[in-house]
């Protein structure tokens, strides 16, 4: 099947050893046993990345038909129960993430107005010879798209160190991918620029508004 990684025989004789090892409180009972009431199973792991629960049901139900099999044990309620616990986890990053979206959007953009009003002269000079908006808004862009890269690279790290804590503390877990780290920063990247350049052009417009009268009729002061 191609949602099956890998197929293992377990032959009578080893689930009873294996028992004995996994279950040693019913050591003596095993011991005292005349035949082995275990039977002959076939341990079959799937791929990674499975749909849903559905991709595994499916499975055991083809495995069904076979003849040879008696019994598909599959946990179908520990099951349901870890893709439903999967979905949550996921609904929770997205709104947590969308919180700290907008909290660092906030962030980009209350730097970005203090950098504008630090060098609210400068940007003056500069349109008087002529800069365009576009040359006037590029340093500040760069500056968000900079932000943005280390935010990503920062999250990472973080991200890892959280990884490596519970590796070794609570349970083996996997790494992630390096196209998804990559798309982290990326995206990183990308929202640093984009919360930049939203910040820059309102406050650059506020700051040509309020500079329009004093500069265009010196008479109104």
Do not use: K
């Not at 010879?129 to 590029?138: I, K, L, S, W, Y």
């Amino acid at each position: 099947f191609p949602e099956v990684r890998d197929v293992r025989y377990v032959s009578r004789e080893q689930a009873l050893i294996i028992a004995r090892n996994e279950l040693p409180e019913f050591a003596s009972l095993f011991g005292d046993l005349e035949s082995n009431p275990l039977p002959a199973s076939l341990e079959i792991a799937l791929r990674p990345n499975q749909s849903g629960a559905g991709s595994v049901e499916a499975v055991a139900e083809r495995v069904a038909l076979y003849p040879f099999v008696e019994d598909v044990v599959f946990g179908a309620e520990w099951l349901d129960t870890v893709y439903l616990l999967r979905r949550v986890a996921a609904v929770a990053t997205a709104v947590l993430g969308a919180a700290f979206a907008a909290v660092a959007a906030l962030i980009i953009a209350s730097a970005i107005r203090l950098a504008i009003f630090a060098r609210r002269d400068e940007i003056t000079v500069m349109r008087l010879v002529g800069a365009t908006d576009g040359f006037v808004r590029r340093p500040f862009v760069l500056e968000g798209m900079i932000t943005g890269l280390l935010g990503g690279a920062l999250a990472i790290g973080f991200t890892y160190a959280a990884y490596r804590v519970l590796s070794t503390s609570v349970f083996d877990m996997a790494w992630l991918p390096p196209h998804w780290l990559l798309a982290g920063v990326v995206a990183g990247v990308l929202f640093g620029i984009a919360a930049s350049a939203l910040a820059v052009r309102h406050h650059l417009r506020e700051m040509w508004w309020s500079d329009r009268p004093s500069s265009c009729c010196p008479a109104w002061e």
